[in-house]
C-alpha cells in the first residue's frame, strides 16, 4: 500500500499535473509547453484541461493518460482529462524556463511570429549548440509535429527547432 | 503502484474523451453536413499523402509529407468528430463506415499522388484553399467551426510554404522538373472550380463562408506563385466534379478500400 499524503485540492492537483513532461520532448513539462490550461474540481473528480499543441500530435493521448496516472497515484480518484481547441495554443505561451530547457537539450526554441505572406521568407535561427546564426533550414518539417530541421552552417551540425506556432 | 493504487478511471474511457476533442459543442445538422465536406477532404488527402513515407524523393520529404498527413488527419478527427455530435456518430464511424456515396470530399483532394510534380501541385491548390477558407471560417459564427479552423489554419500555412517552395524548386530547376510541374499543374487545375461552387447548403447556412467568395483570394495567391515561379496559368476547362454531393471521381473508391478494410473486417477492433 503506499502512504497518501497529499492535501487533495485543485492547487495540488495543478502541481501534481504540471510536472507531466512531454514523452516526446521530456525536458519540457506540460506547463512549459503552455498545454496545461486548467485544473478545477467538479464534484468529486478533478476536471483537467488539455490544449493539443498540433491538431494530429500523436503526443497528446499520451500527455492525458500520464495526468491521470500522476494524479490517481497522487489519490485524486477520479480524474478527467479535456481537450480544448480554443483559445489555440501558440508557442508564444511557452515560458521561459522551457525555452531554457529547449536550447540545452539541443533544440533551438521557438522565435517570434514571423512575416506572413505566399512567398516564404527565412528568419535567422540559433545553432542550439554552436550559437552562431548562420544556419539554414533542411525542411520546415521534422521529427515531431512541432519541429523543423535546420542545419548549421558554421558547426555542421543538424539540430531540430521548435518552430513558431 | 500497487493494485488497491490503480486508477479507478479505465484508459479506454479517458482515450474515448480525448478521441471526442470535448468540447461540449453539439453540431447542427447544417453544421455537421458543413464540417464533413471539408473534413472529408482532408481525411482523404491525409490517406493519399501517408502513401509517400518511404517513397519520396527524399527523407526530408518523407518526414514533411507524412506530417503534412498527420496535421490533416488531426483536422479531420476534429472536424467528423463535431459532425458526429449531430448524427450521433464516432469519428471512427463516419470514417470508416460511410460508403463512397456518402462521402464528401472534393474531387481535387482524390487526385493520385502521380509524381512528386503532381503531388506537389495538388498541394499548392489544396493548400491555398484551405488556408483562406480556415482564415474565413475562423471568424465564423459557430463556436465549434471557428475553434477548429483557427487552430488548422496555422498548420496549413505551413503546408503551403511547403508546397510553394517545391513549386518554385521544381520550376526553376532542370528542364525535366520544370516540364513535371508545368503538366501536373495542368492536370489539377480543372479541379479549382468544384471548390467555388456554392449550392442549396450555403443558401440557409451562413456560418461558413461562401465557396463563391474563396475563388478571388485563393486565384490570387495560386496567381502570385505562379508569377513568382514564372509559369502560365494553366488554360483548361472546368471539371463536373460534384463530390459535395456524393459524386466521386473514379479514384475514390480504391482509397476507401484501402482506408477501410481493416476496420470493417474487424469491426469495433483495438490495440
Known sequence: MTIMTTVLTPASAWRIAAEVVDPEIPVLTIEDLGVLRDVRMQDESVVVTLTPTYSGCPAMDQMGDDVILALTAEGFADVRVDFSLTPTWTTEWMSESGRQKLEQYGIAPPGPKPASGPIPVQLGVKCPRCGSLRTRSVSQFGSTSCKAHYECLACLEPFDHFKFH | ?271
Open chain 2, 1 to 271: 503502484m500497487s493494485a488497491e493504487t490503480e486508477p479507478s478511471v479505465t484508459v479506454t474511457d479517458v482515450e474515448l474523451d480525448a478521441e471526442l476533442t470535448s468540447t461540449g459543442l453539439v453540431a447542427s445538422a447544417d453544421e455537421a453536413e458543413y464540417a464533413l465536406r471539408i473534413g472529408d477532404d482532408s481525411l482523404i488527402l491525409a490517406q493519399q499523402l501517408g502513401w509517400w513515407i518511404s517513397r519520396a524523393p527524399e527523407l526530408e520529404e518523407d518526414l514533411a509529407l507524412g506530417n503534412i498527413a498527420l496535421d490533416l488527419l488531426g483536422h479531420a478527427r476534429n472536424l467528423l468528430h463535431f459532425a458526429g455530435t449531430a448524427l450521433g456518430k464516432t469519428e471512427d464511424e463516419l470514417a470508416y463506415f460511410r460508403d463512397e456515396h456518402e462521402f464528401r470530399s472534393a474531387w481535387l483532394f482524390e487526385q493520385p499522388n502521380g509524381d512528386f510534380g503532381h503531388t506537389i501541385a495538388r498541394g499548392l491548390l489544396t493548400s491555398a484553399f484551405q488556408f483562406e477558407l480556415y482564415t474565413q471560417l475562423a471568424e465564423s459564427s459557430s463556436p465549434g467551426l471557428a475553434g477548429i479552423a483557427a487552430k488548422s489554419v496555422k498548420e496549413v500555412a505551413y503546408h503551403r510554404d511547403h508546397a510553394v517552395q517545391w513549386t518554385l524548386r521544381l520550376a526553376g530547376g532542370t528542364d525535366e522538373s520544370r516540364s513535371r510541374i508545368e503538366r501536373a499543374l495542368i492536370n489539377t487545375w480543372p479541379y479549382l472550380d468544384e471548390l467555388f461552387r456554392d449550392d442549396e447548403l450555403h443558401e440557409r447556412f451562413d456560418a461558413a463562408p461562401r465557396p463563391s467568395a474563396l475563388r478571388e483570394p485563393v486565384m490570387n495567391v495560386l496567381r502570385q506563385v505562379l508569377a513568382e515561379a514564372e509559369l502560365d496559368e494553366p488554360k483548361t476547362s472546368e471539371s463536373s466534379g460534384d463530390g459535395r454531393h456524393g459524386h466521386h471521381s473514379t479514384y475514390l473508391g480504391p482509397i476507401l478500400a484501402e482506408m477501410q478494410v481493416l476496420a470493417r473486417r474487424h469491426p469495433d477492433a483495438s490495440w
